[in-house]
């Protein structure tokens, strides 16, 4: 196994290996000894290779410059209090899926996250196996949530649905906003939604963009599960069914 490699300028440690496999995975964490552990569990996976470790947020945008990679393990502590860390990693590698570690029982922090598009929250004491399981996972396009974070997340859209339902606050939507919510609930694409309606794909990106800001939510995972728990669709004629989003894997941890 090739050693690995310290760029003292900028604390990336990197592997020198040609990188022929499908998952490339950079390690964000504070802790020189978990990233070592971390990177001794995926040398044993012949799938998954890990090119590059970062010590700090800044060391984790250099390495993201400069090694093509698919998946991010973060530790949380690196982006805590810092609000705008997850947009900007989105915007720096936009092709890269992020897993934040965090501490046990963390729900505010938890819903949050994947409010900002994480694509998975896992503790750090998650056991190796699982770990494996969810970068693969998360590295195919999945969405990695286990039981008690789908708890934390329908009752965090409960308690915003149950807001607003005081009219008060209650959002208005126009009939053209629930035709399209009704589309994208039966998982119509932009441009499908577009030829329905009869207008253009830009357009439809717009009225999203009016729809997640009225309703509170960020993507259509967050609007679909809003639909469901707060009954938007009421009306017969564009009432349906909202299946379980398919990149969403849950998972039972080992006792």
Known sequence: ?????????????????????????????????????????????????????????????????????????????????????????????????????????????TVELYRRGVRGVVPRSISPDLLVKCVRKIAAGETWIDNQSISWVIEAYRTQAAALTNPRTQPRLSPKELAIIGCITRGMRNKEIAYQIGTTEQVIKNYLRKIYDKLGVSDRLELA???????????????????????????????
């Open 1 to 109: 196994m090739t050693e690995d490699l310290l760029d003292n300028r900028d604390g990336i440690y990197s592997s020198d290996e040609e990188d022929t496999i499908a998952v490339r995975v950079i390690v964000a964490d504070s802790q020189a000894i978990y990233r070592v552990g971390i990177r001794k569990v995926f040398a044993l996976e012949d799938d998954i290779r890990v090119v590059a470790q970062a010590e700090s947020l800044d060391n984790l945008y250099a390495a993201l410059q400069r090694f093509p990679t698919d998946v991010v393990l973060l530790e949380g502590a690196l982006i805590s209090g810092t609000i705008d860390a997850i947009p900007q990693f989105m915007r720096r590698a936009p092709d890269a899926k992020l897993i934040v570690q965090v501490s046990e029982n963390e729900e505010n922090n």
């Open 225 to 255: 599960l809003y639909c469901l728990h707060h009954q938007i669709l009421k009306d017969e004629s564009t009432a349906v069914n909202i299946p379980v989003p398919s990149t969403v894997v849950p998972f039972r941890a080992k006792a």
